[in-house]
């Protein structure tokens, strides 16, 4: 008997410094993280992709969806998260002295799986070719018994920051002193306007009958199948969107009966086929007329799931005081109808198994978003809350009742920015005779208003009769369209 005893404290001492190592190796802070993908984030930064708005964008929302799934994985009592699949254009970075003279830029498209910050960082760096060796250092320094302090304490990890002779000695280029340099290099308005308005103004000129066909056969297309519109996912240039139509009125002339699906619908050319969230038809542009053919068989049954998606909003509304089950900007047109369904489904019966206390429209007003990313509820700075699939309905309603003040005051704030926006924008649009104006979707409405005021103030005139788009960096796109930072200087 002695002897099972022993060997059962034994087994029980082992499992102990198992499961912490096992915990310390999930323990990669935040800050670890972003050093360690250091030269992830500057082979891949929207910054230095400013001659490429196609590619900056692909990057700017994996960028945006890979920063959710790591701050998915640090919070408290996440398991497990579901894959994500995520495509980054990775520049080269071996030659040229600047930022802005890229030697070219490579597609990498993967997908993470991981249940850990450290995995996952690992996952990237191999998947885009990037030295990944330091990590795997760190991960035999964590699971190591040295690595723990007295009393089981948690070891400090020192964040990393490389001296200058590594970049020297390894050739990796320094992204903070590029940084530097191109903030040095960044010309005023008035000295960029002069350089590129007349190149601009050519682009333009050449590009006034695609535009014009463009929209011609967009609104015969309109017509002819009933669709309540025609959009595109990305910012493709106005020669890629006709092709784009035009494959799809070659379609109609070949197959009109197989459109017919798509009456009532908003048609997006996008990078998957499928139908989204928000109930919109998406075309993938990559694929060929057959994989359309097969989503439009497809419709009738994704339009029934839509129906019942909108029937779970209802009733979930109903259950939480009359809030309005809201969409994500950008995930409203990426995430496929039926993962919506499931969450709506997942979190409508978590609130029927208990019994709700909310009052009966004392949330009217207000938004709310299901986030199946999310581990803990929060209010959002625009004054929606977002609330995990898996919420604890019995302390779910007392989060929204304290923080309703709060959200209602956020949520009046958020309409009055958008307000004085509309307002300045029209008012920049008219004062300064530009033929359209619009911004990128990474622009803040403060950060547009503050655009155009110091537009007006200066009333530059060389920006009469052009595409202006406020974005954050200085470009003029191929059909003529300006790119301009927020933050301009003068």
Known sequence: MFVYSALRCVIRVKKRHVATGL?????????????????????????????????????????????????????????????????????????????????????????????DVQSAVINVLRSCSLPHEHMKTQSTQRTSPQGTGPQGAQPFYRPIKWDKSYYSFTGFRDPEQELQQAKRVEPTL????????????????????????????????CLKFNLTDLRWQRSWGVSHRYCQLQSLSRLSLQSPDALIPLQGHTVVFADESG????????????????????????????????????????????????????????????QPIAEHYSSLNAFH???????????????????????????MPSLHELGHFLIPVTSDPAKLPSFLQSHAPEARRRTQHHLQLKREEERVTQQCLSSLSLHTLSKESSISSVQMSLCCGRLLDLRPPLLQGLDLRVSRYYSVLQDGDVCVPWDWNY
């Open 23 to 115: 915990v310390q190796q999930r323990a990669l802070s935040g800050a670890e993280a972003v050093n360690a993908l250091r030269p992830f984030y500057f082979a891949v930064h929207p910054d230095f992709f400013g001659k490429h708005p196609k590619e900056r964008e692909v990057n700017e929302n994996s960028l945006k969806r890979l920063n959710g799934y790591l701050e998915t994985l640090q919070r408290p009592g996440v398991r497990s998260v579901q894959p994500m699949k995520l495509t980054f254009y990775i520049r080269d970075t071996k030659d040229g002295d600047e930022p802005d003279l890229m030697a070219g830029f490579r597609p990498v498209t993967f997908t993470l799986y991981s249940n």
């Open 190 to 221: 008035g000295l960029w306007l002069r350089k590129n308005e007349p190149e601009a103004t050519k682009k333009h000129k050449a590009s006034v009958p695609r535009r014009d066909e463009l929209e011609r056969l967009k609104t015969e297309l």
């Open 275 to 334: 139908m989204n969230a928000s109930g919109h038809v998406m075309l993938g542009t990559m694929d060929v007329h057959h994989q359309w053919l097969k989503l439009m068989e497809r419709v009738p049954r994704l339009r029934g799931l839509q129906q019942q998606s909108q029937w779970l909003k209802e009733r979930i509304s109903l259950l939480l005081g009359g809030a309005v089950v809201l969409l994500p900007d950008r995930m409203g047109s990426e």
């Open 349 to 375: 019966k978590r609130l029927l198994s208990d019994c709700m206390r909310v009052h009966p429209r004392s949330l009217e007003g207000l938004g709310l978003v299901i986030d199946n990313n999310r581990s």
